[in-house]
């Protein structure tokens, strides 16, 4: 396989390189790839402004070099292997031949439905290989496609369809997950009732589970009618490295999400070259990541980076838990998983159900192992690396953003010695900085601060979409001429890194980035509600909870308890069941300081349990509130009054 790295002596000698002469090492990387026209300079960038520009002036579909540049190697390996929600039903396996035949009809129905290169489309489906499927059609047309996660409610997906101007929807009667099934088209019907989408001519509706759907006419399409007698002949549309690949909406410290912008060359070259060298991919290897592709993970590392490299890729439909906590293993027997690429938190709840789970499968063909999404405690690091690795499998601790478009800081599996609890090194072609509390570089080892990256990577966000100054407002300017990540980190004595959680008001639920905000700004809608504030406190499983301290004006009936089902609902309902409070304290204030800011960090240590050290609480315009709130006072005063009643 080329470009990749085998040895840790090949690692410092690839990523010296890398630092010292970043341009030639990416071209280098960049050449082995099929260009309609070859790039004629590698790299234009200032942090400053901000802007970035890589492979300039080179010309290419993202989809021929997953599907011609292999086609005559690869023709009848299995590109995607389809697991189905329920066991019973039978799989699929696509080759690299029927997934490309696939893929053609889709772009070409596409066409034939007017979608054009730059028009956005939303993609809202479940884990069935036609997300795969149309998120490739998109590429192969240029159209950029906006996947949004299939676990997000009326108002999440309503906010990012109208801001992306999305022509088209592509969606399905209904999902799949473990024992529910989510109405999709329902959610999109009702979106469509809440938002002026104007910009919406079609919806394009998959059957999965065959429940009654509302069809508006002209507007909503079947899948299988608009495949009629559609070619599978198509040429891919020409694309200019910068253009948008595709848009992935993701939370921020403000209520609006924000739709990050990655671009076609950077992207492919960077997911590529991290998915080989990170997980050690070797020909024939199958991989197996239990991400959503409704997120960057699986964007990156179930659909891009391991077809560009070649590879055969599971997909999974359901959940860890269906039908028992045995699933990932059952699956891993069955394809003969080789890297197997998950989550904290999936792995804390898998803890639970101790070994049986293991009982009789065979895990033998497991050489790698992965981890994603927050800080892996030592704990779970030790349960995935002995029983599931059976103590042979090296475990690669991968941090990286939606932002970032690929891996950032990771071990290279079974070539860079690791550490429980740490991501260890830069990947390369990364150069991370840790940041004082005076906003300088803290040079050397054994230091903390706030994780920026100096020098730009092929794999990062270009802009924020429609945006380009919340771009630089988010990430350029807390340090002058660096990108910030939003994250703590400890370098110590060895120079590894470890990741020490978010340092805004972002919260990690289960792996899943939401803002405090969005989820505040969802509780505020309750009718009865005030004002709300929302942080995150350490949760055994979730790795962290959501807690929401809540001002009402009044109970409804139901009191106490009734209210706080009621909120749980609503926010349910407008962001989706990933947001909903896990504790909720009704209170008849919040602390605020005298200029009207939420102090935040009292609630926070209030929520972890904490009755004392609040620190510095001077500035607060009614300290008495902080006992009130520690005591409950609101709620045993409502619930005396809900007695008398
Ligand atoms: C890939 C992804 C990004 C945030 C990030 C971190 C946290 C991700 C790790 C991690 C500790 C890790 N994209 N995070 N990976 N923290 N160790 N290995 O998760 O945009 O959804 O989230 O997730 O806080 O900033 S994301």
Redesign the pocket.
């Known amino acids: 396989m080329t470009n990749k790295i085998t040895t840790l002596g090949g690692f410092i000698y690839e990523y010296q390189k890398s630092v010292s002469h970043p341009e030639d090492f990416w071209s280098s990387i960049a050449e082995t790839f099929y260009w309609q026209k070859k790039f004629d300079k590698v790299l234009e960038w200032d942090f400053e402004k901000p802007d970035v520009k890589w492979f300039l002036n080179g010309k290419l579909n993202i989809t021929e070099n997953i599907f011609e540049r292999h086609m005559f190697e690869r023709k009848n390996q299995p590109a995607l292997i389809w697991e189905p929600n329920n066991p019973k039903e039978k799989e699929k396996v696509y080759t690299y031949k029927e997934l490309y035949d696939e893929v053609r009809v889709f772009a070409n129905m596409l066409l034939s439905k007017g979608i054009r290169k730059g028009d956005r489309v939303v993609i809202y489906l479940p884990m069935i290989p036609e997300l795969t499927i149309a998120m490739l059609a998109c590429a192969r047309i240029g159209a950029i496609h906006s996947v949004i996660f299939a676990g997000f409610s009326v108002n999440a997906v309503a906010d990012r369809v109208k801001d992306a101007g999305a022509k088209m929807i592509i969606t399905a009667d209904g999902g799949y997950r473990g024992t529910k099934t989510i109405p999709l088209k329902e959610i999109i019907d009702e979106a469509m009732d809440n938002c002026d989408c104007n910009s919406v001519k079609n919806i394009l509706v998959i059957k999965r589970t065959g429940q009654k759907v509302a069809f508006m006419e002209d507007r909503d399409v079947w899948l299988e009618d608009a495949l009629k007698g559609i070619s599978k002949e198509n040429d891919a549309e020409v694309m200019e490295s910068e253009d948008p690949l595709f848009i992935l909406y993701?939370s921020g410290s403000t209520g609006q999400p924000k739709g990050l912008v990655h671009s076609t060359a950077g992207y492919m070259v960077y997911t590529s070259y991290s998915f080989k060298n990170i997980f050690q991919y070797s020909d024939g290897d199958v991989f197996f990541c239990s991400a959503d592709i409704g997120?960057?993970?699986g964007h990156s590392y179930i659909v891009y980076g391991p077809l560009l490299a070649g590879a055969t890729t599971v997909m999974y439909e359901g959940t860890p838990t269906y039908p028992d906590a045995g699933r990932f293993w059952d699956i891993v027997e069955k394809y003969k998983v080789n890297q197997f690429y998950t989550a904290p938190t999936a792995i804390r709840a898998l803890m639970g159900y101790g070994q049986k789970p293991f009982e009789g499968k065979d895990l033998s063909s497991l050489k790698v192992l992965g981890?994603?999404?927050?800080?892996?405690n030592e704990e779970a690091w030790h349960w995935y690396h002995d029983f599931v690795g059976q103590s042979r499998c090296p475990i690669v601790?991968?941090?990286?953003?939606?932002?970032t478009g690929g891996i950032m800081i990771s071990p290279l599996a079974g070539i860079t010695p690791t550490k429980p609890a740490y991501?260890t090194l830069p990947f390369v072609g990364v150069q991370p900085a840790i940041m004082n509390g005076d906003g300088k570089e803290q040079s050397g080892k054994s230091v903390e601060g706030n994780l920026c990256i100096k020098f730009p990577w092929p794999g990062m966000a270009r802009t924020v979409w429609g945006d380009h100054k919340r771009y630089k407002k988010t990430y350029f300017s807390q340090y002058k001429g660096y990108y910030f990540?939003?994250?703590g980190v400890k370098r110590d004595e060895d120079g590894y890194y470890r990741?020490l959680?978010?340092v805004d008001d972002v919260i990690?639920v289960s792996?899943h980035?939401l803002g405090t905000a969005e989820i505040e700004n969802a509780i505020n809608e309750h009718p009865l509600v005030v004002e709300s504030a929302v942080v995150g406190y350490p949760h055994k499983v979730k790795g962290q909870g959501i807690f929401a301290f809540v001002v009402c004006q009044e109970l409804s009936t139901g009191g106490v308890e009734g209210i706080k089902t009621s909120v749980k609902k609503a926010v349910e309902k407008i962001i989706g069941p990933i947001a909903r409070p896990d504790e909720i304290r009704l209170v008849e204030g919040l602390p605020k300081t005298r200029s009207g800011k939420i102090m935040r960090r009292i609630l926070r240590k209030i929520a972890e349990g904490g009755t004392k050290d609040f620190g510095d609480t001077t500035t607060l315009l009614d300290p008495g509130i902080v006992d009130s709130i520690i005591e409950n006072e609101c709620e045993k005063k409502y619930q005396k009054k809900d007695k008398k009643k």
Do not use: F, L, Y
């Open positions: 993701t997120w960057i993970t981890s994603v999404g927050e800080p892996i601790d991968t941090w990286w953003q939606t932002e991501a990540t939003g994250d990741i959680g978010r990690n792996g980035r």
